[in-house]
């Protein structure tokens, strides 16, 4: 069964940081493409990382340059570091597996104050 447990949201002020972490199970981790995607209060969830299974990455033009996607497969997780936050990345992150597109965790809330 596919598991995904993202953490490490908070409040943070305008300009901080903060680095979130999804743990993944029930995937073969190593060979999945993993996105982190955001759905802010009343739009859609849209996509702002994704890396591949050897290690690259892309990014949304709003991220571009703040947000830095990683992974680490020994641990089966994949982490967001984010910087220079601003308040419209205010919203619930959640992970996804390429391969598991229909799974969803529970996300982790993030609010920036301006």
């Known amino acids: 069964q596919v598991q995904l447990v993202e953490s490490g949201g908070g409040l943070v002020q305008a300009g901080g940081s903060l680095r979130l972490s999804c743990v993944a199970s029930?995937?073969?981790?190593?060979?999945?493409?993993m996105f982190w995607y955001r759905q802010a209060p009343g739009k859609q969830r849209e996509k702002v990382a994704t890396?591949?299974?050897?290690?690259?990455?892309n990014y949304a033009d709003s991220v571009k340059g703040r947000f830095t996607i990683s992974r680490d497969n020994a641990k089966n997780t994949v982490y967001l570091e984010m910087s220079s936050l601003k308040p419209e990345d205010t919203g619930v992150y959640y992970c996804?597996?390429?391969?598991?597109?229909?799974?969803w965790g529970q996300g982790t809330q993030v609010t920036v104050s301006s």
């Open positions: 996804n597996a390429v391969t598991a597109p229909g799974y």
């Open positions: 029930g995937i073969f981790f190593s060979r999945t493409v």
């Open positions: 890396i591949t299974t050897t290690g690259s990455t």
